[in-house]
């Protein structure tokens, strides 16, 4: 476990079961020395900094952050490490859920629109680039207002701490710059609400999830700490359901 704060490492493993002192790593890539997977949940710059440093070392890295994947050259680096040292850099469903299906759809081509559809308490969007840099005052927001509308790749670095559910859909669908982003801020929703509608050869998806955000965290899903805890178990499980 690392944290640049050490005091969330304490908090940690005050809080956590049959975990001690020896779970705390100094440097993140210490991590390599003796995990099988490492999973990032802190930010787009450990990605860009760590995902490959790590991969080279052969060890797995599960990310959250994955809309640092906006970066094409990352990406591309990305893959190019993990396939020369045969790690693998997993992308878990997150906050999100649907992906297996449009990742079929997507095989043979047979997916031509991937909207995505995210509706969040305005605090919910609090801090991101794209909300400081637009002046948009979200204390002000009295009803449901659109705020962003953009390809996924543009939606990444506009929201890192909001979208990254985005990049996970095109990486698994149309790819960033073809799945289309819009992001709405609504004073009377209390859940972060996901929509994906897709449509193709396959037939037509559409799935909806309204997840609690994280008690201590308005931005983030309460679900995706969990399913992060799934992707792990699937890992090791010797019934594996789903992708
Ligand atoms: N893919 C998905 O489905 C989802 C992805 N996420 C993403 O997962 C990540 C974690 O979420 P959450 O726990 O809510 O985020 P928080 O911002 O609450 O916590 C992130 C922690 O990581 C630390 N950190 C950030 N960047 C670095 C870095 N470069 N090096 C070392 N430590 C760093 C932060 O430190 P400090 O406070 O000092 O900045 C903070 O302690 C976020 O990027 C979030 O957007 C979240 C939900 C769903
Ligand atoms: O937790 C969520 O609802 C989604 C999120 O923050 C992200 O994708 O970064």
Redesign the pocket.
């Known amino acids: 476990m690392y944290?640049?704060?050490p005091d969330?490492v304490d908090d940690a493993l005050r809080s956590t079961d049959g975990v001690d002192e020896t779970a705390r790593y100094d440097d993140?890539l210490a991590l390599a020395d003796t995990c099988d997977v490492v999973v990032e949940?802190?930010?787009?710059?450990?990605v860009e900094?760590y995902a490959v440093p790590l991969l080279e070392t052969g060890t797995d890295l599960l990310a959250?952050?994955?809309g640092a994947l906006a970066d094409a050259d990352l990406h591309e680096a990305i893959v190019r490490t993990a396939v020369a040292s045969g790690a693998r850099f997993e992308v878990?469903s997150?906050?999100?859920a649907g992906v297996d299906a449009i990742k079929g759809a997507a095989v043979h081509g047979q997916l031509d629109e991937v909207v995505f559809v995210t509706i969040k308490p305005p605090a919910g969007l609090a801090g991101a680039p794209y909300i400081e840099e637009h002046d948009v005052d979200l204390a002000a927001i009295e009803e449901k207002r659109l705020v962003f509308e953009g390809s996924a790749r543009e939606a990444a670095p506009a929201f890192?701490?909001?979208i990254?559910?985005a990049m996970?859909l095109s990486l698994a669908g149309l790819g960033a710059d073809d799945t289309v982003v819009k992001i709405f801020a609504d004073p009377d929703e209390t859940d972060n609400v996901h929509r994906i509608e897709a449509r193709g050869g396959a037939g037509s998806m559409a799935f909806a999830f309204h997840t609690h955000p994280?008690p201590a965290?308005p931005?983030?899903?309460y679900i995706?700490a969990l399913s992060t805890i799934a992707s792990l178990r699937r890992r090791t499980a010797p019934l594996v359901v789903g992708t």
């Open positions: 944290d640049r704060n969330r993140p949940c802190a930010g787009h710059s450990a900094r959250l952050s994955v878990p997150g906050a999100l890192p701490a909001n990254n559910v996970a994280h965290n931005r983030t899903s995706a």
